[in-house]
């Protein structure tokens, strides 16, 4: 994908009540040009966006959550 935007399980709640869960989109340039799309576009202008090594993040889980808790005090 080049230059669009991408969206990876996303839950949406309303009321506190899951209404969607694991929602993919992908919007590729120039497939809406609505309003709401231009408003995003320029909500979305020099957002980064962040992608975690979750099998790296798992790995120290348990040891990261002890040291914070010891340097916390909790």
Known sequence: MDGGIRFD???VAYGGTTVLDSLDLT?????V???NA???TKLMDGVEIFAPDWT???KNLQSDVED???ATGS
């Open 38 to 40: 231009v408003a995003l």
């Open 27 to 31: 919007v590729e340039p120039g497939e």
């Open 68 to 70: 914070w808790k010891t």
């Open 9 to 11: 399980r996303v839950s």
């Open 56 to 58: 790296e993040i798992d």
């Open 33 to 35: 040009t609505d309003a």
